[in-house]
T-cell receptor, first 115, second 111 residues
């Protein structure tokens, strides 16, 4: 069964450093998403991406964040200057449909630890 | 503000019993409501969804009920098994397909 993959599984970085989290969505999917989950809290939407541009972003997704689909398979989330409060699990998701019911498939997540 | 929230943070049930997990939402404009299961160390896994113009939908061992009058969503799991132990989130889909998740209920299945 196709699945969303994410690398690395765990990333440790120092405050102020840039990090890039990588995702490979399911190959025939058209919509891509990033979510984050701070330890013990609910999953929060960050950004959705379709047709090579951001379609929606949350208040969390400020100028320090950016997303890119550099090639036909990867989808990346960049945090330019990490803060302690960026420590969280980051989940990538993808979905197939343009309209109607759909399912977002989530990857296993990248645990980001900012020290 | 708009939010999706869960009534109970934890739920313990005996193996074989039925489980009911509840959720309250406040955004009447959402077109789909979804239940996700999250096991420790994994990403959310889709269980079942329901369109806003329906009040009941059944899947394999699961049923989702939607009561738009009181803005309430529930997930019923029949014959709960040890493998059902996880955190369950309700979520609603926004206009740009982004999901807004509730705070989660930890389901523990007792032997």
């Amino acid at each position: 069964e196709p699945e969303v993959t994410q690398t690395p599984s765990h990333q440790v970085t120092q405050m102020g450093q840039e990090v890039i989290l990588r995702c490979v969505p399911i190959s025939n999917h058209l919509y891509f998403y990033w979510y984050r989950q701070i330890l013990g809290q609910k999953v929060e939407f960050l950004v959705s991406f379709y047709n090579n541009e951001i379609s929606e972003k949350s208040e969390i997704f400020d100028d320090q964040f950016s997303v890119e689909r550099p090639d036909g398979s990867n989808f990346t989330l960049k945090i330019r200057s990490t803060k302690l409060e960026d420590s969280a699990m980051y989940f990538c998701a993808s979905s197939e449909a343009l309209a109607g019911p759909y399912e977002q498939y989530f990857g296993p997540g990248t645990r980001l630890t900012v020290t | 503000g708009e939010s999706v929230g869960l009534h109970l943070p934890t739920l313990s049930v005996q193996e074989g019993d039925n489980s009911i997990i509840n959720c309250a939402y406040s955004n009447s404009a959402s077109d789909y409501f979804i239940w996700y299961k999250q096991e420790s160390g994994k990403g959310p896994q889709f269980i079942i969804d329901i369109r806003s113009n329906m009040d009941k939908r059944q899947g394999q061992r699961v049923t989702v009920l939607l009561n738009k009058t009181v803005k309430h969503l529930s997930l019923q799991i029949a014959a709960t098994q040890p493998g059902d132990s996880a955190v369950y989130f309700c979520a609603e889909r926004g206009s740009a397909r982004q999901l807004t998740f509730g705070s989660g209920t930890q389901l523990t299945v007792l032997p």
